[in-house]
């Protein structure tokens, strides 16, 4: 829980502010957010979200992440807030779950590891409907997010496999693997970071269960049958 009585008089100053405007339903003035550096906006607006959470609505971070969204923001009056934090590229800010992350990052960081974090940012993806933000994979571990979405996906597909040779099978076969991509919002991932569905696959599954055999074998007809080659 945070000790609001530490805050520095100006901050402190803003929340009783922060009350005045919940209590006359008026939005918060931009001047908190204004000629100050990105740094002083996220701690400024991380006091009030924080305030919001543990005095008036009394949400744990489990409860942020399943429960915060836009029309909540609005409704609390916190949108100028919101809109004032900086966040990281890989990261939207239609992510609202991510205020937990900034609020209580040990306790979330507790609830949620790196792999926990990248299957809940690929839910909101299905739920939405919408795509990844743009540089989501471009930092050194996008490979990873991709695998790892891969794996979240094959896990819980209608589609199941009686073998590894049946799953290379359907990822080097363009209809199948682009039907499977498609319903788990996942082509734009293999688009951006792979050259093929079957190299996708293959990267995606544990070292232990990938098989160099039907990889190469599979991508070799593939080849084969693009340029017209018979044997």
């Not at 739920?127 to 891969?150: L, T």
Request: hydrophobic letters at 35%.
């Amino acid at each position: 829980m945070t000790d609001f009585t530490t805050l520095s008089s100006f901050n402190l100053a803003m929340v009783e502010d922060y009350e005045r405007c919940l209590r006359l339903n008026k939005s918060m003035p931009k001047t908190y957010f204004n000629g100050c550096s990105a740094v002083v906006k996220n701690e400024r607006a991380i006091i009030l979200f924080k305030y919001f959470f543990e005095k008036l609505v009394q949400w744990t971070p489990l409860e942020i992440i399943n429960y915060l969204s836009k029309d909540v923001i609005d409704k609390a009056k916190l949108a100028k807030a919101y809109s004032a934090i900086d966040y990281p590229p890989e990261f939207s800010k239609r992510d609202y779950f991510y205020m937990a992350k900034l609020c209580y990052p040990d306790e979330v960081g507790s609830l949620f590891n790196y792999r926990d974090l990248i299957i809940l940012r690929y839910k909101k993806v299905l739920e939405s409907g919408k795509s990844f933000p743009k540089k989501y994979f471009d930092a050194p571990d996008g490979n990873d997010k991709a695998r790892i979405i891969m794996q979240h996906a094959l896990f819980t597909s209608e589609k199941r496999f009686k073998n590894v040779d049946e799953l290379y099978s359907y990822f080097a076969d363009k209809k199948t693997s682009n039907e499977f991509l498609t319903k788990n919002k996942l082509k734009n991932i293999c688009t951006i970071s792979f050259p093929t569905p079957l190299d996708y696959a293959h990267y995606s599954l544990a070292p232990e269960q990938r098989e160099d055999a039907y990889y190469n074998m599979y991508k070799i007809n593939n080849f084969l049958a693009q340029n017209g080659i018979k044997l």
